[in-house]
């Protein structure tokens, strides 16, 4: 407690001394300004320019006006590079401090070589967002190492390798911002060093999946009983949505996405959408959390995926704690600096995304917290399973912004993925493009025994759709840990 009060006392006094050094001088009718007497410095407070005995700023560890951010006599006297044996990056002070050059911090940054990496032929899958890092290097250190926080997947086959850039930023001291005063580029590490980097596993946590949902558990001889008994209640879970009858609403809302048009009446509208532009999840699909993940989002996950065990039995899903496993990333980062750029939230302003096609992965920005996190994620794993936006007020897919921000599958959402992956249903078309199959509206009349008359209704009367609740669904909500 005493050397809290002595080091806030010693910044009274400093500000004490300037200001009464400024006292001074007006008194003394001194002129203030940058030419200095010999063996005085300039110093500059809140604003207000004025001299003090270079002793008594050296004592008082003043920073002057001479020891400029980007002065020349600290950046021409430190050393650095990139050791590309351990990947560290070290710089040599050469007995300097870089507080006393008015350098707030002093930063590694790691980007990737083409601003375009996520487009290339080949796609990265995402991992090169993990690769855009910014690094404080320490000032009180004569030779700072900073190890690189370099990353990679082993999407081999999928993930085309680029070369990374390396460079070095200080921040300058008395902004009320952090302001990068200069950059310097140190080096470019090449493609050949890539398969060096740290391979990137997902986030796991252990107590939240059911064993049946770990793609890659190894079970003991002693727990196979149990492993065997959790399985057969999995079995049970699928069989329970067997029942689960289908509904006219639910195909009218596949049969309609929204369109961006400003309005005086909104910013959004509906849209029809032939439901075989839908594409379905037709081989085995393994998430991966990578990133600033946190273990809520692990549980968001696995609620999700024990409603879907019964609404879509046709669906093969699960998670893994190894990278060879998942088919399907979700990679958790800020949206800020090169890489919101980069993924292109900073400048649409989203917060989320789902990269469709071949590319096939999720993007969340992980400065969310709550429930808003918790919907982000649903809705964007609802896209990889072939859902579109609405406007309902209750669905995980809403762009209806006035309305609660829905961390579950709703009733809408569910009756929707209940035909997306109904085990009556083949999908009989195929796109090359994608290499997913689709649905036909009138085959899922057909072949559900839908009323073409109901659906219609609903399509021309969309909203009303959205206010469908089906009782025989509420257990849905509840298995999600939602009580109506």
Known sequence: ??????????????????????????????????????????????????????????????????????????????EYEVDLETLEFVVDFNNLNYRDYKIRN????????????ADWNHSTKGFEYHNFTKTLVPHY???????????????????????????????????????????????????????????MEPFFADGIFEPYDIENLQIEASGEDAFIEKFMEYQDLRKSGAELPSLEAGLALLGKDLIFEPSNDGDYKWEDQPVSYKLLRNNKTVIGLYGDVIKSDLEDVNKMIQALHVVAPGLDI??????????????????????????????????????????????????????????????????????GHNLCWTSAMTYEFSGPRVPYLSHIDLMQLQILYHPDLTPTSYNYKTAKRS?????????????????????DNIEEACYQKPGVYDYLIELQGIEN
């Not at 990679?152 to 990374?164: I, M, R, V």
Request: net charge negative.
């Open 1 to 78: 407690m005493a050397s809290v009060w002595i080091g806030s006392w010693g910044l009274f006094a400093v500000d004490e001394v300037g200001a009464s050094l400024t006292h001074i001088l007006e008194k003394n009718d001194l002129e203030i300004n940058s030419v200095l007497k010999p063996g005085y410095v300039m110093h500059e407070k809140n604003g207000v320019k004025f001299m003090i005995k270079s002793e008594t700023a050296e004592k008082m560890g003043v920073i002057t006006l001479e020891m400029e951010c980007d002065s020349e006599e600290f950046w021409d006297n430190i």
């Open 106 to 117: 002093l930063y590694v940054i790691t980007e990737p070589y083409s601003p375009d990496a």
């Open 141 to 199: 250190h004569d030779v700072a190492t900073v190890r690189l926080p370099l990353y990679k997947s082993n999407f081999a086959s999928l993930e085309k390798t680029y070369p990374l850039n390396i460079k070095l930023e200080a921040t300058s001291m008395g902004a009320s911002s952090s302001v990068a005063c200069v950059k310097e580029n140190v080096t470019t590490i090449p493609v050949e060093r890539f398969r060096d980097f740290e391979n």
């Open 318 to 387: 699960s998670y893994s704690s190894e990278t060879k496993d998942v088919t399907l990333p979700i990679h958790f980062t800020d949206c800020k600096d090169k890489l919101g750029k980069h993924i292109g939230c900073k400048t649409e302003g989203f917060v989320g995304v789902y990269f469709a096609n071949f590319k096939d992965y999720i993007w969340i920005d992980s400065s969310k917290r709550g429930d808003y996190r918790s919907h982000i994620i649903i809705h964007e794993i609802g896209h990889a399973l072939g859902l």
């Open 439 to 459: 649905l036909g509206r009138q085959e899922v009349i057909n072949k559900l025994g839908l009323s073409e008359e109901r659906v219609a209704y609903y399509e």
